[in-house]
């Protein structure tokens, strides 16, 4: 039975970057990531708010079932392929992802921990807590570079959107989490060595049991 570490928090607190340092320390042929970004829904399905604005930050925007179909495919040891998400970048071509069966399998997403049934499907569940304004400025800089947003636009979204859900649906999710980690300024490196080590004693329990 592979081991299953699940991550959430709010936006930009630091969940891609805590999945991108394990990907660097686990072997590759024992490990698979995905992020539940490349599970939005397509614009015209995602929820609006009263004003007519697409609003990405409820768990509507998700599409949960073929989420779960496919983590469920990952735990029989099934190869799962999925679009990539491209943020509505104009001109960008979406790939076809990848994401083979392994020993290890992580997974992040803002929403994770919200369904029940996806929920318990993970062994270690980890909250990533980071307080204002330290996530509005890792956002606003991130939306700037990587996809081209204005600073009034991200402003605007992150005060009438994403902070409201955060509060509404993310912070709740914290009471589900078996470690939380508190990313104050960027630095998670503390933070691996203990679940690398947590994630080595599994296995090996896991090898144990079957022989």
């Known amino acids: 039975m592979p081991y299953w570490i699940g991550i959430t928090g709010g936006s930009a607190s630091g969940k891609t970057y805590l999945l991108e340092l394990l990907r660097q320390?686990?072997?590759p042929?024992?490990?698979t990531f995905l992020?539940?970004?490349h599970y939005y829904r397509d614009l015209h399905e995602q929820p609006r708010d009263l004003d007519g604005r697409v609003n990405f930050d409820r768990p509507e925007a998700i599409n949960h079932e073929k989420l779960y179909e496919d983590l469920l495919k990952l735990r029989r040891g099934?190869?799962?392929t999925q679009r990539e998400y491209t943020f509505n970048q104009a001109g960008?071509?979406?790939r076809l992802l990848?994401?083979?069966?392994?020993?290890?399998v992580v997974v992040e997403g803002l929403f994770l921990f919200y369904w029940a049934h996806i929920r318990e499907l993970f062994d270690l569940r980890i909250f990533m807590e980071a307080l204002e304004p330290y996530r509005f400025i890792q956002r606003l800089q991130r939306d700037k570079q990587e996809r081209g947003y204005s600073v009034d636009f991200v402003t605007h979204q992150y005060l009438t959107q994403v902070l409201p859900a955060y509060e509404q649906y993310v912070a709740p999710l914290r009471r589900y989490a078996h470690l939380i980690i508190q990313n104050q300024?960027?630095?998670l490196m503390p933070a691996i060595s203990p679940i690398l080590s947590h994630i080595k004693v599994m296995l090996e329990r896991e090898q144990s049991s079957r022989e």
């Open 92 to 94: 960008k071509v979406p």
């Open 185 to 187: 300024y960027g630095d």
């Open 35 to 37: 992020s539940t970004d």
């Open 25 to 27: 320390f686990l072997p």
């Open 78 to 80: 099934e190869r799962v």
């Open 29 to 31: 042929e024992k490990a």
């Open 98 to 104: 990848t994401f083979e069966p392994a020993p290890i």
